[in-house]
C-alpha cells in the first residue's frame, strides 16, 4: 500500500509537470500531401504563428503510413559499403538485396532499400517583416545540428572522381551509380530574396554525359569534391539542358561540407524510426519568431508518398527541456499515478479483512485448561 500511494503521487506530479511544460511548446503543422504543385514542381503555403517562439526553433518533416520498422525494409542496407570506402569499391553488398545496382548504372552506393527511398523535399521559408515585406528565413540543416551526435563521422564519402578499385582509368562515378551526389551536392544555389511577390524557381545540380575511357555515364556536373573549393554547374527548374548561372543579387552559391552520405538529412534517415508515423529532423532556426509573424512555405516536391496511401506535413516547433510537445507521455504518468491510488485503498482493505479473519481464527484456537 505504501509503494502505491508512493508511486502514485510521484507519478501525477511528474505527469502534472510534463502536462504544463508540453503546453508552452509551440508548434505549428500543416500537411501538404494534397497541394498543388506549380510549373516548377514546387508547392506552397502560408502558415500564422499564433504565439511567439523562441529559439532554437526545430523544423521537422512527418511522414504517414511509411513503414520503416518492415524487417525486409530495415535489412536492405550495407552499413560496411558506407563506413569503408575500400569495401565500396571491391565488394558487391548483397546485404543490399533487392536493392543492389541499377541496370546499366552498376552498384548502387549508397544501396538497400532503406538509402534509396531518403526523404528529398526541401524546404524554403520565408518570413515577413514588421513592414510587410518578406525574406528568407535561415534554416540551419547542417549534420551537427540535426543529426545524432554518434553519428555525425559514421559514414564516409568515397571519393567520385578518384580512380576506380575495379578500373584505374575511370573514376568511381563512372564504375558505381552514385545517384545520392545529385540528392546532396557539394555546391548547392540557393535562392536570395523569397515571398509572395518572388516565388521559389528551385536550381539544382546539372548533369553531364561523361565517355572518358569508357561508356557514357550521366553524372553530377561537380568538380573537386574533396577539395577546399569544390564546383558545381546548374540548371534551372523547367530548363532542363540550360546552363544557369548562379550569381547574384537573385542566387547566390554555398559549399556544402556535408555533403553525400555525410549529409545531416541522409544521417537523420537512415537511422530507422519504431513506428509507421514519425517525425525527423530537417533543420534548425537560430532565430525568434514573433506571434502574428506570417510565414510563407516553399517545398520541392520530390518525395512521393500516395503512391502507399501515406501523407506528410511540415511541422515547426520549440522545445522544452523534456523535448517537443508530447501529450501521451503526461497522459500517460497521470494515468499510472491515478491507477496506483486507486489501488492503495483497495489495498489497504483487503489487508484490514485478512488482519480481522487472521485474528478471529487465532483465537478460536486459543482454549482455557
Known amino acids: 500500500m505504501t509503494i502505491y ?38 508547392v506552397s503555403f502560408e502558415i500564422t504563428v ?21 524487417r525486409l525494409y530495415v535489412d536492405s542496407r550495407d552499413d560496411s559499403q558506407l563506413m569503408s570506402p575500400d569495401y565500396a569499391r571491391s565488394q ?61 563521422k559514421r559514414f564516409v564519402n568515397l571519393d567520385p572522381e578518384a580512380p576506380s578499385w575495379q578500373n584505374p582509368s575511370l573514376q568511381n562515378q563512372h564504375t558505381l551509380n552514385m545517384w545520392l551526389l545529385s540528392y546532396f551536392p557539394p555546391v548547392t544555389c540557393q535562392q536570395v530574396m523569397l515571398g509572395p511577390s518572388n516565388p521559389l524557381v528551385p536550381v539544382k545540380v546539372a548533369t553531364r554525359m561523361d565517355n572518358t575511357d569508357g561508356p557514357p555515364r550521366e553524372v553530377p556536373d561537380c568538380t573537386g569534391y574533396t577539395g577546399s573549393s569544390p564546383s558545381c554547374n546548374f540548371t534551372m527548374a523547367g530548363q532542363s539542358g540550360q546552363s544557369f548561372e ?38 534548425k532556426v537560430d532565430a525568434d519568431i514573433k506571434a502574428g509573424t506570417r510565414l510563407v512555405v516553399y517545398v520541392e516536391h520530390n518525395f512521393p508518398v500516395k503512391e502507399f496511401y501515406g501523407r506528410k506535413a511540415f511541422v515547426m516547433s520549440t522545445a522544452s527541456v523534456v523535448g517537443g510537445r508530447n501529450a501521451f507521455l503526461g497522459i500517460a504518468y497521470v494515468v499510472v499515478g491515478a491507477a496506483c491510488l486507486i489501488f492503495a485503498p483497495i489495498f489497504f482493505i483487503n489487508s484490514l479483512n485478512s488482519s480481522s479473519v487472521h485474528g478471529r481464527r487465532n483465537s478460536r484456537a486459543v482454549q482455557p485448561e
Not at 8 to 36: K, P, S
Not at 50 to 70: A, C, T
Open 246 to 283: 548562379c550569381s547574384a543579387p537573385s542566387y547566390e552559391k554555398k559549399i556544402v561540407e556535408d555533403w553525400g552520405l555525410t549529409s545531416g538529412h541522409f544521417l537523420v534517415w537512415m537511422r530507422t524510426a519504431a513506428l509507421p508515423t514519425f517525425r525527423k529532423a530537417w533543420g
Open 50 to 70: 499564433d504565439r511567439d517562439m523562441e529559439k532554437p526553433i526545430w523544423v521537422f518533416y512527418e511522414l504517414s503510413g511509411f513503414h520503416q520498422n518492415h
Open 92 to 152: 558487391k553488398p548483397q546485404a543490399c538485396h533487392p536493392k543492389i545496382e541499377t541496370a546499366g548504372r552498376g552498384t548502387d552506393y549508397p544501396c538497400g532499400l532503406v538509402a534509396s527511398t531518403v526523404f528529398n523535399d526541401t524546404f524554403h521559408v520565408a518570413h515577413e517583416s514588421p513592414d510587410g515585406s518578406f525574406s528568407r528565413l535561415e534554416v540551419d540543416s547542417r549534420a551537427p545540428s540535426i543529426a545524432w551526435t554518434g553519428d555525425l
Open 5 to 42: 500511494v508512493t508511486v502514485g503521487c510521484a507519478f501525477l506530479l511528474i505527469g502534472v509537470v510534463l502536462h504544463f511544460t508540453y503546453q508552452a511548446v509551440v508548434e505549428l503543422r500543416h500537411d501538404y500531401t494534397d497541394e498543388i504543385v506549380d510549373q516548377n514542381g514546387v
